[in-house]
């Protein structure tokens, strides 16, 4: 059986209080609780992972993409599901909004506050971003 993976980004911007990164909420009563991800899907059949990331930042956030560097990947200690993670800045007009059904919730969040937000099996994304921007 083939694991779950998933590939996505992690836009940042830098706002008036500080770095914020790009996060959804997935939608659903059932998720109401639940922690928040970084934009990322499934690559569609012959679609490479960076391509994916971009593909599912715009669908989920509306947000485009642009100049992408990994981030590496991490794997969910519970399901065993692999994410790949691509980091770059967001574009300056950046509005995003909930475009998928996907998600009820899409916005730039402080760093610090991405952290506790984070899936924590994602948290490891917004410690590579710091490292890579310092």
């Not at 939608?27 to 690559?43: A, E, F, Q, T």
């Not at 391509?51 to 509306?62: C, H, I, L, Q």
Request: hydrophobic share 35%.
């Amino acid at each position: 059986m083939a694991r779950k993976f998933s590939s996505g980004t992690l836009l940042y911007r830098h706002g008036e209080s500080g770095l914020e990164v790009l996060l959804v909420h997935p939608s659903g009563i059932y998720n109401r609780g639940k922690p928040w991800s970084i934009p990322k899907g499934v690559p569609d059949p012959g679609e490479v992972d960076i391509d994916a990331a971009r593909r599912e930042t715009r669908e989920e956030t509306g947000v485009i993409a642009g100049d992408l560097v990994p981030l590496g990947d991490t794997t969910y200690k519970k399901s065993g599901k692999r994410i790949v993670c691509f980091a770059g800045p967001a574009p300056t007009e950046a509005a995003p909004t909930c475009a998928s059904w996907e998600v009820d919730r899409a916005e730039f969040v402080l760093l610090a506050e991405a952290e506790t937000l984070l899936h924590p099996d994602q948290r490891v994304f917004v410690t590579r971003l710091h490292d890579l921007l310092d």
